[in-house]
């Protein structure tokens, strides 16, 4: 393709950076995604995992271009690139082509995404018209392959059905088909398993992993569920009070996690390990995005905090070693080096 | 029976709850919906049971119909020796101070209106419960402080709490009868790791300082497995699998647990060496038409599935360690029950 040739290789697929995401309300000013940088490669698959009000779900809006304004501005300094070019200010006409042809957003809760008084068939027909220009009977055979690949059962008979007359399962494949309608090369699924039974959720993670393969397409998946980003995905963010804290290979960063909420989020699953003991906790509640605390949002729940910790605000910074970050200032060469030297 | 080692408590034997299905419009009976079809468990003092499955399969109207919030069509529930089903409303009253229920949605279950401290007393007063005003005011505040909350809560409304602190609430909301046993609907569905975490200490806190007994419904294995002694899998209205948690876990027997265990996401499975997910296929069928013979038998992929199991509808047999499984297979696999 004509695209593929025209970008450089070293050019991510999507690179958000210095990200500003803040909603004006009556009661203040939320800064729900304060600084959130990171890069998704083609084809890859990124988990974005954090508790509720960490700003995940804004980060998605915002590279979609659909945060409402008001209440909501990204700030002057924000940058969205997808395959080098800047987004944040693009034209409105431009950032529609953007979202019918080269992202695709699933949600959590596909019966409020489908519109229940009309067919299931000529929902994803109203798709395929929209972002690929597809007439009548045309159109309609690629509803129906598209419902095939997305492995829905007896997808002619589904094609005339209503959403209320199909399960869970098979409206978040409708949502899928209808997604891939416009052949994305980022996927963007915000908790698409959530509201499903673990069973049927293991289905459609199955189906997205395929789809991923087949279409060499690029996911980055929004979930609270570690257990799911594990399985799912390459490299996985870790966001904490609107700021990414630890990003790395997921197999690092869930087995070896160096920022200590990383840890402390780790350790509070319960298990088979925990059967019998009582859960590790993090002390404390979640900040509110109206007021993070000052110098590293973390530190009045961190049991590794310094007199540094509250004063002032750590970068991202390097791990020796490896490919990955954290934000933290046990990672900062000095600390480090002191802690070597206790060590020895 | 199908009980495990603690003095029993709680007993439900052969428990229905059959919902007649009405068309929207004519209100004509299109069928029956078995949403619980003959189930049979127990419940010991201090005990923690785990009700798992998915959606559908019947767990909350279980709980339901055993607390008699549904009046259930066929069966017997027997609480600390007497029938709960043929109580009479003052014998009812009695049985719901000593039996109580917490639900998913704490914000749904609470009184807007009512302050924290307010709708404890409000319990207490209907229970005659810590006599005087003030000895339930005071009640109140210690009903807080063992949840984890603090006296000043009292004066604050249900919206001026977080999930978690709402989830306490319930909790303490359910203590306040002093019950032997609580029936916990999917208590930690809604809330974050974090909180979550926070949650379960106290339940599991709650259950070694006064002895409680839970029936503990979810959705989520890994948090069944961290809390409960034993655990009960259902499918589509009936129980398939029950045993101690730590077997049910290691060594499950029915293909269905097999499939549910195996289809939860974890840290480790990628690093696991040769692990193949047993993947199910399609949807449950619905419970107002369930297949014949075992209701689990279009879905199964157990190596001897044959016409038998197209037939006969097993029942649970034991299979072991405690364990009862119903799967004619792997009855005959095992030489016959006990």
């Not at chain 1, 393969?213 to 966001?239: K, N, P, T, W, Y």
């Not at chain 1, 790395?248 to 160096?258: D, I, K, L, N």
């Not at chain 2, 029942?315 to 004619?328: N, P, Y």
Request: negative net charge.
């Amino acid at each position: 393709m004509d695209i593929v040739t025209r970008t450089r290789a070293d050019e991510a697929l999507l690179e958000v950076s210095e990200l500003r995401t803040y909603l004006h309300t009556r009661t203040g000013t939320a800064r729900a995604v304060d600084g959130v940088s990171l890069r998704v490669e083609r084809g890859e698959s990124l988990g974005l995992v954090g508790e509720s009000g960490c700003g995940k779900t804004m980060t998605a809006l915002s590279v979609m271009a659909l945060v409402p304004s008001p209440p909501g501005e990204i700030l002057p300094g924000s940058s969205i690139r997808f395959e080098g070019e800047e987004l944040v200010g693009a034209a409105e006409a431009r950032l529609r082509r953007m979202r019918g042809n080269e992202v695709s957003m699933i949600f959590q809760e596909p019966m409020t995404s489908l519109n229940p008084v009309h067919r299931v068939g000529s929902q994803v027909v109203e798709a395929l018209q929209l972002h690929r220009g597809l007439r009548g009977r045309e159109a309609a055979a690629v509803a129906v392959e598209l419902l095939a690949e997305v492995r829905l059962p007896d997808p002619e008979v589904r094609f005339g059905e209503y959403p209320h007359q199909l399960s869970g399962g098979m409206r978040q494949r409708v949502m899928i088909a209808m997604a891939l309608s416009c052949e994305p090369r980022l996927l963007i699924a915000d908790e698409p398993t959530t509201a499903l039974d673990v069973t049927t959720q293991a289905q459609i993670l199955g189906l997205l992993s395929d789809l991923r393969q087949r279409r060499g397409m690029a996911v980055l998946l929004i979930s609270h569920d570690l257990g799911v980003v594990a399985e799912f995905c390459d490299r996985v963010a870790v966001m904490y009070a609107g700021q990414i804290v630890e990003e790395g290979s997921a197999q690092e960063v869930f087995h070896h996690p160096r920022h200590p909420y990383t840890q402390g989020l780790l350790a509070s699953l319960p298990g088979r390990r925990s059967r019998g003991t009582r859960l590790a906790v993090i002390p404390g509640v979640a900040p509110s995005p109206n007021l993070w605390p000052h110098g590293c949002r973390f530190h009045p729940r961190c049991a590794f905090v310094m007199d540094r910790c509250a004063e002032q605000a750590p970068d991202l910074l390097p791990i020796a070693g490896s490919e990955r970050t954290a934000r933290c200032w046990l990672e900062s060469p000095e600390t480090a080096a002191a802690r070597e030297d206790t060590r020895a | 029976m199908i009980a495990g080692e603690a003095e029993v408590l709680l007993e439900v034997m052969d428990l229905s709850m059959h919902f007649a299905a009405r068309d929207g419009a004519s209100g004509r009976v299109r069928g029956l919906v078995r949403a619980v079809d003959g189930i049979s468990f127990t419940v010991g003092r201090g005990e923690a049971l785990g009700l798992v499955g998915e959606s559908g399969c019947g767990k909350s109207t279980t709980a339901r119909s055993l607390l008699r919030l549904l009046e259930p069509t066929g069966g017997r529930v027997v609480f600390d020796g007497v029938d709960v089903l043929s109580m009479d409303a003052r014998a009812l009253r009695a049985f719901r101070g000593r039996a109580q229920i917490v639900f998913q949605d704490p914000f749904g279950s609470l009184n807007p209106r009512l302050t924290a401290g307010g709708m404890l007393e409000e319990v207490l007063q209907v229970h005659h419960l810590a006599g005087e005003a003030t000895g339930r005011r005071r009640r109140a505040v210690e009903l807080l402080e063992l949840v984890g909350l603090r006296a000043e809560h009292a004066g604050r409304y249900p919206h001026e709490f977080s999930g978690g602190q709402r989830q306490r609430l319930g909790i303490a909301r359910a203590l306040s009868v002093e019950p032997e046993f609580i029936v916990l609907d999917e208590p930690v569905s809604a809330l974050d790791v974090s909180v979550q975490a926070q949650i379960l200490n106290l339940l599991s806190d709650l259950k070694a300082d006064l002895g409680l007994a839970y029936l503990f419904i979810a959705h989520d294995l890994a948090v069944v497995e961290h809390l409960c002694d034993r655990v009960a899998v259902m499918y589509l209205g009936k129980i398939v699998e029950i045993g101690p948690a730590e077997r049910l876990y290691r060594a499950p027997r029915h293909p269905y647990t097999k499939a549910l265990l195996s289809a939860v996401p974890s840290l480790d499975r990628k690093s696991e060496p040769g692990y193949e997910r047993t993947m199910l296929t399609g949807d449950p069928p619905s419970p107002m038409s369930p297949p014949s013979g075992c209701v689990f038998h279009p879905r199964c992929s157990h190596p001897k599935k044959d016409e038998e199991c197209r037939r006969d509808m097993p029942d649970l047999e034991e299979c072991g360690e405690g364990c009862f499984v119903a799967c004619i297979k792997e009855r005959s696999r095992l030489g016959g029950g006990a």
